[in-house]
C-alpha cells in the first residue's frame, strides 16, 4: 500500500486566521484504497485541514498534490473536479426533494430537452447500486429515509461523481451502533474499489475498526502518522492531548484526600440514571459537600452533556435528582440557579458573556434573574459585589464599567467566575474554566476552585486538561463515549496515567461487547473487510 | 455638545432641524407661536408637530422595547384601530356626552382588549416560539378584522367631551395630548432603566443563549414587553380617534407600524436588537411627526409623500452606518494595506451576490 505514491499529497500546509495560527506546516497523505482517520481534539486542526483541502479555505503556504500534480483550489468546485468529494457532519440533502434527485443534484443527464429525468433517475439507481442501495426507490421524497440512510445517500451523491476522494467529516454522531455497521460496511467495500476515504470522528473505538492508517494533529500542528495496528490506545490519547507517558506518569494527585467515608455522608446532589437521548446514556452521580469532583474524558464523551443536566440547561430525559436529599426537577438554567447551582458554560462567547454589557452588567446578571426583574439590585449593593470579585479574582483591567468584549479571554472567565460566585452556589460547575487562557490566569482559576471547596462549596471540575484534573479533584468520574466507565478516588498514587488507561482499556472491553469491532477486525483490518464486504446492508429503509 | 454628536440619534436632531429651517425658508413666520386671545392656548405649526408626534411617540416607545428583545412588533397600527374602534363603540352605546365616568370605561376597557392581543403576541412569540415577525404579521392582519367586526364596518362616530379634551383640550396653553405623551414616556422609561427590565431586555436581545444561561426566564420578559407594546399601541389609539371622535377602521393606525420601526431606527436602536435607547425613540417620533407636517406644508403631492418619506430616513440610516462611514474615512485617507483586506472583499461579495 505504502508503495505507490500517494493519491493526495498535502505539504507544509499554513493557514492563519488573524491572530491564530489554525495549521502550522501540516503534512498529509491520503493513499488510494485505504481509510485513513484525521485525529485531534477540538481546535486541533481537523476541520480546518479538511477544508484546505476542499477548497472552502485558501492555504497561506505549502502545496497539495494530487495523483503526483500540484494543484490550487480556488472554491469547493475545484476540488469536485480533482475527484474530491465530501459529506459534511449535517447531512446536506434537500429533504423534499426525491431520493434520485439529491443524489444527481447538479450532475443531472441533459438531454435535448432540458433535463432528461428518466436517464437521471436510472444514473441515481447506479450511483446507489455501488453502495448496495439498489433496493430503494429513486422517485420517493428523501424525507421518508432515516437519518442513517440520508446520510448512505449523501455518500452516493458524493460518489456519483466518480469521486477518487471521499471525505467523511464526523458520519457517525447520529446513528445508533447498528447502523454504524451498515455504514462501516459500505466504506469498506468503497475502500476495496480504490476510493481513499479520509475519516473523522470523536469515537476512537470506531477509528480502530475502520481506519488502517492515521494522522494526528494537536494544535495545529503535525503530531505524526501512523498505520493504526501500529499505535495502540494509549499512545493515541496521549498523543492527542500532547503528554508522553513520563510526563503522565510523574504528575501525582496533588490534593490531599482525608480518608473520607463517602458512604456515611449524604450527598449533597444525587443523580440516579440521569441521561438524555444522543448526549448522555442514564448515568448514577453522587457529589458531596466542599467536594472538587473532576469529569475526565475527551471531548465528546459526554461530561459537558452530563453537567448541563444537572444544571437544567439540557432537560434530563430519564432519571431523577435529588438535592439535600429531596427530589428536585431542574427543567432550565433559571430552576438550576434557584437550587444554588451554577454552570460556567465552556462555550464562553456563545453561552457565557454578553459582549455588549459592561463588567459589570455581566457580573451581576445571574443574580439579577434570581431576584426577578422587579427588584433590581440597588447601586450601592452593585458596587460592592462588582469591587469584591473583580479584586478577589483579580481582573484586569479593573473597571466595572467596560464593555467585557474589550478584556482578554482570562479576564472574561475571571468575570463569569464572579457572575457565578455572587450567586452564592452550593455546587459550582466549571466546564473548561481554563481552555484558551493564559498561564497567569489559569493559576488564579485554579486556585479560585481550591479554596472554593475549602469553604463548603462543591465543585464539578470539567477540563481537557488531565493533569489539572488530576490537581484539583477529590474524586475522578471518567466517561467516554457517552457514558461514565468508572469513578477514582483521589490520592498521591493517582496519576494522569490511570485515567488515560481507564478510557483506553474500556475501548477494547466495549468494542468487543458492542460487536463493532472484532479480535481479528481489529488486528488486520484489511481481511475483516473482505469478510464482511460483499454482505448487503442490513439497515432497514424507515417508511 | 461633543458627547450629544456621539450619540445615535444625533442625526435625527440634524434632520429636524434641517426640516424647519426648511418650511421657515419658504415661509419666514413659521416658527412663530401665538397665543389664542379667547383660550390663552398656544397656537403654530410647532404646536400642532407636537400634536401629531404623540401617538407615535407611543409606538415608537413600545417598539423600541420589543425591537431590543430581538423582535419586532407588526401589529401596532391595527392594535390602534382596535383600540380606537372599542372606544368610538363603548362611547356612542353608552351616550352621557359630558360624563368622565364613560369616558374612563371606554379608556379602561380599550387598553384591556389592547393588553389581550399583546398578550395573544407574546404568548405566540414567548411560549409557542413563533418567529415575532409572523406572529405579529398574523395579528396585524387580524387586528384590522376586529376592528371591522367591532365597529361592524361603519365608521364610527361619538361624543364624549372629557374624551375629546384628551386629544384636543390644552393645559397652561400647552396641547394635553403631548403632555400625556411626555408623562407616559418618561414612566416607561423610569420603569425600564430604575428596574432591571431594560438591562434583561437588553441581555436577551444580545445573547439570548447567554441570558438563558445565567438564569433569565425569557418567557416572562417577552410577554411583559409585547404586553406594553400593545397598551402603548392602545393609547395611541385613543389620542388618534380621540381628535375627530370617529374611527375609520380602514385608516386609523394604518402602517404606523412602519412609522414605529422608523423612529425606532433613527433613534439608533439595532434591529437586530440589543441596546436601546428610549431618548432615541423619542427624537425618531418627532422627526416622523416634523416630516409629516414638512410634506404637507412644502405642498409636495400626497402621491409623492411615502418616496420623500423614504429618502430622509435612506440619508439618515446611511449617516448612522458604520459601513457608510469608514467607506468615507477610507476615501479620505486610503491606507494600501487596509484596500486590500477590507475594501476589495466587499466587492467581490457583492458580485457573488449578483452572479
Known amino acids: ?543 | 455638545m461633543r458627547e450629544l454628536i456621539r450619540k445615535p440619534f444625533f442625526w435625527g436632531l440634524v434632520a429636524i432641524f434641517a426640516l424647519l429651517a426648511l418650511n421657515v425658508l419658504k415661509d419666514p413666520t413659521y416658527l412663530a407661536l401665538s397665543i389664542n386671545p379667547v383660550n390663552g392656548n398656544l397656537v403654530g405649526n410647532v404646536v400642532d408637530i407636537l400634536r401629531a408626534s404623540a401617538p407615535i411617540l407611543m409606538i415608537a416607545v413600545g417598539m423600541a422595547l420589543v425591537i431590543a428583545t430581538g423582535g419586532i412588533d407588526l401589529s401596532v397600527g391595527s392594535v390602534m384601530a382596535v383600540s380606537g374602534a372599542v372606544s368610538m363603540v363603548f362611547l356612542k352605546d353608552a351616550g352621557q356626552s359630558g360624563s368622565i365616568g364613560v369616558a374612563l370605561g371606554a379608556i379602561g376597557l380599550a387598553l384591556l382588549v389592547s393588553a389581550v392581543l399583546g398578550a395573544v403576541n407574546g404568548v405566540l412569540v414567548a411560549y409557542v416560539g413563533l418567529q415575532p415577525f409572523i406572529s405579529t404579521l398574523i395579528m396585524m392582519l387580524a387586528g384590522r378584522g376586529i376592528a371591522k367586526v367591532i365597529t361592524e364596518g361603519q365608521n364610527t362616530s361619538a361624543t364624549n367631551d372629557p374624551f375629546r379634551w384628551i386629544a384636543n383640550g390644552f393645559v397652561i396653553g400647552l396641547p394635553v395630548v403631548f403632555l400625556f405623551a411626555v408623562a407616559i414616556v418618561i414612566v416607561v422609561a423610569l420603569v425600564v432603566r430604575r428596574s432591571a427590565l431594560g438591562l434583561m431586555i437588553e441581555a436577551i436581545g444580545i445573547n439570548p443563549k447567554a441570558s438563558r444561561m445565567a438564569g433569565i426566564r425569557p418567557s416572562g420578559l417577552l410577554l411583559t414587553v409585547y404586553i406594553l407594546s400593545a397598551v402603548l399601541a392602545g393609547v395611541a389609539g385613543i389620542m388618534s380617534v380621540g381628535t375627530v371622535m370617529t374611527v375609520d377602521v380602514s385608516r386609523t393606525g394604518y402602517q404606523m407600524e412602519l412609522d414605529a420601526i422608523l423612529a425606532v431606527v433613527i433613534g439608533g436602536t439595532s434591529l437586530s436588537g440589543g441596546k436601546f435607547s428610549i431618548g432615541g425613540a423619542v427624537v425618531g417620533a418627532l422627526l416622523i411627526a416634523t416630516l409629516d407636517k414638512t410634506i404637507v406644508f412644502l405642498g409636495i403631492s400626497s402621491s409623492a409623500t411615502p418616496a420623500f418619506k423614504a429618502i430622509v430616513i435612506i440619508v439618515l440610516c446611511m449617516l448612522q452606518s458604520d459601513r457608510v462611514r469608514s467607506w468615507f474615512v477610507q476615501r479620505r485617507k486610503p491606507p494600501l494595506a487596509k484596500l486590500g483586506t477590507t475594501g476589495v472583499p466587499s466587492k467581490q461579495e457583492k458580485q457573488e451576490v449578483t452572479a
Open chain 1, 1 to 543: 500500500m505504502s508503495e505507490a505514491p500517494p493519491l493526495v499529497e498535502m505539504r507544509d500546509i499554513s493557514i492563519e486566521f488573524p491572530g491564530v495560527k489554525a495549521l502550522d506546516e501540516v503534512d498529509f497523505r491520503l493513499f488510494q484504497g485505504e481509510v485513513h482517520a484525521l485525529m485531534g481534539e477540538n481546535g486541533a486542526g481537523k476541520s480546518t485541514l479538511i477544508k484546505a483541502l476542499t477548497g472552502v479555505y485558501k492555504i497561506d503556504r505549502g502545496s497539495i498534490l494530487v495523483a503526483g500534480q500540484e494543484r490550487q483550489f480556488h472554491g469547493t468546485g475545484d476540488a469536485q473536479s480533482a475527484g474530491i468529494s465530501t459529506v459534511y457532519q449535517e447531512v446536506n440533502l434537500v429533504t423534499n426533494l426525491s431520493i434520485g434527485e439529491n443524489v444527481m443534484l447538479g450532475h443531472e443527464v441533459r438531454g435535448a430537452f432540458g433535463v432528461n429525468w428518466r436517464a437521471t433517475h436510472r444514473a441515481a439507481t447506479e450511483a446507489l447500486a455501488g453502495l448496495g442501495l439498489d433496493h430503494l426507490d429513486t422517485h420517493k421524497p428523501l424525507s421518508t429515509l432515516s437519518i442513517a440512510m440520508q446520510q448512505l445517500v449523501a455518500i452516493s451523491r458524493a460518489m456519483a461523481i466518480k469521486a477518487k476522494v471521499l471525505i467523511l467529516d464526523e458520519p457517525t454522531s447520529s446513528l445508533d451502533s447498528a447502523e454504524v455497521e451498515g455504514l462501516f460496511r459500505i466504506l469498506r467495500s468503497l475502500r476495496d474499489q480504490g476510493v481513499a476515504i479520509l475519516f473523522v470522528s470523536h469515537f476512537i473505538d470506531q477509528v480502530y475498526a475502520i481506519s488502517d492508517r492515521l494522522t494526528i494533529l494537536r494544535n495545529g500542528r503535525y503530531e505524526g502518522e501512523y498505520l493504526t495496528r501500529d499505535l495502540d490506545r494509549h499512545a493515541l490519547i496521549s498523543k492527542m492531548i500532547g503528554k508522553d507517558f513520563g510526563v503522565l506518569s510523574a504528575l501525582g494527585g496533588n490534593r490531599r484526600v482525608e480518608s473520607r467515608d463517602y458512604a456515611a455522608e449524604a450527598p449533597l446532589l444525587a443523580a440516579k440514571g440521569v441521561g438524555r437521548r444522543g448526549s448522555i446514556e442514564p448515568t448514577d452521580l453522587d457529589i458531596h459537600r466542599g467536594e472538587v469532583v473532576g469529569f475526565a474524558g475527551l471531548l465528546g464523551s459526554g461530561r459537558t452533556e452530563l453537567a448541563r443536566l444537572l444544571y437544567g440547561a439540557d432537560r434530563a430525559e430519564e432519571g431523577e435528582l435529588a438535592l439535600h436529599g429531596k427530589r428536585v426537577d431542574i427543567k432550565s438554567p433559571a430552576d438550576g440557579l434557584g437550587k444554588r447551582i451554577a454552570f460556567s458554560t465552556e462555550n464562553r462567547r456563545d453561552e457565557g458573556i454578553i459582549a455588549d454589557l459592561t463588567v459589570r452588567e455581566n457580573m451581576i446578571l445571574a443574580v439579577q434573574a434570581e431576584r426577578g426583574w422587579a427588584r433590581p439590585i440597588p447601586r450601592k449593593e452593585q458596587d460592592e459585589l462588582v469591587d469584591k470579585y473583580i479584586t478577589a479574582l483579580n481582573v484586569r483591567p479593573a473597571d466595572p464599567n467596560r464593555l467585557i468584549k474589550n478584556l482578554s479571554g482570562g479576564n472574561q472567565q475571571k468575570v463569569l467566575l464572579g457572575r457565578w460566585l455572587a450567586t452564592n452556589p452550593e455546587l459550582l460547575i466549571l466546564d473548561e474554566p481554563t481552555r484558551g487562557i493564559d498561564v497567569g490566569a489559569k493559576a488564579e482559576i485554579q486556585e479560585a476552585v481550591a479554596a472554593l471547596a475549602e469553604d463548603g462549596v462543591s465543585v464539578v471540575f470539567i477540563s481537557s486538561e488531565l493533569e489539572e484534573v488530576v490537581r484539583l479533584s477529590e474524586r475522578i468520574i471518567v466517561l467516554k463515549d457517552h457514558q461514565k466507565i468508572g469513578e477514582i478516588v483521589n490520592g498521591r498514587d493517582v496519576t494522569a496515567q490511570q485515567v488515560v488507561d481507564i478510557i483506553a482499556a474500556h475501548g477494547l472491553e466495549a468494542a468487543a461487547e458492542s460487536g463493532i469491532i472484532d479480535a481479528e477486525a481489529d488486528l488486520h483490518p484489511v481481511e475483516a473487510a473482505h469478510a464482511t464486504a460483499p454482505v448487503p446492508p442490513t439497515m432497514e429503509e424507515d417508511s
